[in-house]
């Protein structure tokens, strides 16, 4: 499976720019994946993620989920920064917020 665009999510104020980037995507029919990293994970927890990604992969580091929301659920996907790397190939375009 390939992604068009890959949106690196590594900033806790990034979701002013990601929303309105994967609805974008979306409407011009690109696949899209998410990966978030560092204080970016808070992103995650925001609840308008899911309506704006759809059916599009989501995937939180793991290490920093549990850094910056200890004993909170993950609402997406947790993985590795492995799963980053295999997303980065997987991508056409990486986009870095």
């Known amino acids: 499976?390939?992604?068009?665009i890959l949106f690196h999510v590594s900033h806790r104020g990034a979701g002013r720019y990601l929303f309105p980037l994967i609805a974008a995507a979306r409407r011009r029919g690109?696949?899209?994946?998410?990966?978030f990293t560092y204080d970016g994970v808070l992103v995650a927890a925001d609840p308008r993620l899911k309506e704006v990604l759809g059916d599009a992969r989501a995937?939180?580091?793991e290490e920093s989920w549990h850094r910056f929301r200890p004993?909170?659920?993950c609402p997406?996907?947790?993985g590795s920064?492995?799963?980053n790397s295999a997303l980065m190939a997987e991508a056409t375009r990486?986009?870095?917020l």
């Open 76 to 78: 997406v996907e947790a």
């Open 1 to 4: 499976m390939s992604i068009d």
């Open 94 to 96: 990486v986009v870095s």
């Open 71 to 73: 004993g909170e659920p």
């Open 30 to 35: 690109a696949s899209v994946a998410c990966f």
């Open 59 to 61: 995937v939180v580091c």
């Open 81 to 83: 920064q492995t799963v």
